[in-house]
């Protein structure tokens, strides 16, 4: 199970009854001087704790719930405290910082299909943080048209979609969906998409399984067989290709996913990894 809370610190013992197997945690300004502290922040004894008893860890980047609306000043800022304090508390090269968007972002661009102009402020925000190649993977954790915006733009690499303003709709790209809580709500619920189990945390996961490989679609394929056919789900073909491909979609393929007809032929030339 995986699961992700604030202030509340459940033991390990809970954590094992649970059958827990990877926590989320926050990282951000919430410990820093100068800051109101909630005293939300994972601490060097805690992450310590966690990992030497089988119990993996991954982060979310929060302090105010729309902070990404400041823009490219904040991504900044944000985008370099989260690589200072990943150091202090010793995380490996690779891991994954979720920046939030915790609230319902609008459509800045209602008349454009560019998801970067829907993005408003948020877009400037998260090309700053990933401007400053620091050696962590930049994610999003947010509803279904932040994630699905900032992978399609991109912009961030994971995604962890909440159930919350999103209508019932997931982006297949995510890696994480959080759904539901536990101990009277002191928890959220959450599940991996991916077999191969790489949502960013740590201890980072032995790589399983085939390296993925480019291919080019000849028009007469579709994406559930090809994900059939290398032995991935879609999710998966989905979550790789925007993974490898930088500046997300190419006009090709964004028309064909946008419309989750898994079923239908890809276009000829549609370039997918799996």
């Known amino acids: ?62 302090y105010e719930a729309a902070a990404a609306m400041k823009g490219s000043p904040q991504g900044q800022a944000d985008g370099t405290l989260a690589s200072e304090q990943l150091a202090a508390l010793s995380a490996p090269d690779g891991v994954t910082v979720y920046f939030a968007i915790d609230f319902d972002i609008p459509d800045f661009a209602p008349g454009s299909s560019d998801p970067k102009a829907k993005l408003g402020a948020a877009a400037d925000y998260f090309a700053a943080i990933n401007a400053l190649h620091r050696n962590y993977a930049v994610g999003v954790y947010g509803g279904f048209y932040a994630v699905s915006r900032l992978l399609s733009a991109g912009l961030a690499t994971m995604g962890w979609q909440t159930s919350a303003w ?57 994406l559930a067989n090809a994900a059939l056919q290398h032995g991935r789900p879609v999710s998966e073909l989905l979550w790789l290709t925007a993974h490898h491909q930088a500046g997300g979609y190419a006009p090709v393929q964004s028309p064909y996913i946008d419309a989750g007809e898994w079923d239908a032929p890809m276009p000829k030339g549609m370039i997918f990894w799996a």
């Open 166 to 222: 999103s209508g019932g709709q997931w982006d297949n790209r995510a890696v994480l969906r959080q759904f539901g809580q536990m101990w009277g709500g002191n928890a959220d619920v959450n599940t991996a998409l991916l077999p191969t189990v790489d949502f960013g945390q740590w201890p980072r996961p032995s790589s399983q399984g085939s390296q993925p490989q480019q291919f080019v679609a000849d028009g007469t394929v579709s």
């Open 1 to 62: 199970m995986i699961i992700d809370y604030s202030t509340y610190r459940p033991t390990i013992e809970m954590l094992r009854g649970a059958g827990v197997t990877s926590v989320g945690r926050y990282i951000g300004w919430d410990s820093v001087p100068g800051h109101p502290s909630e005293g939300k922040n994972l601490t060097n004894t805690e992450a310590d704790s966690l990992t030497s008893n089988g119990i993996s860890v991954f982060v979310s980047f929060e």
